[in-house]
């Protein structure tokens, strides 16, 4: 394959692949995030692509995904946060954050707790986004396993925050 000229056809799509971004994101700047990134998969995955198919097809199936990606990633941020909001932060302090900054920090340290593989697995997942397959690849082990790794932290972390007070979890003072 002729990379210059598949270049040349991935450029010529640029119109096509903003058009169909801003139809799936409904916002400029994030159209743009979206048209980027897609662009830039498609040309490192040059390779994959097979002759004689629809390159505006293979492109289009490329945002798709990576919209999809985004979303999820997004998804998966607003509910770990809203889980440690919800869960974890007191409620109705009367204007007073500091309770809830105590809390949030007894959290934080709580998280130090696990073991490091439980952690690793668990950051990557819940707090930057990754799917499980991601994490699988980034930390070399199978998708069971992070599944498995996250699911014990989450109980993990629970069990922790109901007993934090017999286990004299806290910042104060730290």
Not at 113 to 132: M, N
Request: hydrophobic share 35%.
């Amino acid at each position: 394959m002729n990379y210059r000229l598949f270049k040349k056809q991935i450029e010529s799509l640029v119109p096509d692949v903003k058009r169909f971004s801003l139809s799936l994101t409904r916002n400029k700047d994030d159209c743009d995030d979206l048209a980027q990134q897609s662009l830039t998969t498609a040309l490192s995955k040059a390779h994959r692509f097979k002759e004689n198919s629809n390159l505006k097809s293979w492109v289009f199936r490329i945002v798709y995904t990576t919209w999809i990606d985004i979303n999820r990633k997004k998804k998966t941020i607003t509910n770990y946060r809203n889980m440690v909001q919800e869960n974890y932060l007191p409620h109705n302090t009367g204007g007073n954050d500091i309770l809830s900054i105590n809390t949030f920090l007894d959290y934080k340290k709580m998280l130090g707790l696990l073991p490091e593989k439980q952690k690793a697995s668990f950051h990557l997942v819940c707090i930057e986004g990754y799917s499980y397959g991601e994490a699988s690849k980034i930390l070399g082990v199978p998708v069971g396993t992070v599944a498995s790794r996250v699911s014990h932290s989450r109980d993990k972390l629970n069990q922790l925050f109901l007993n934090r007070k017999k286990l004299n979890i806290n910042l104060k003072g730290a």
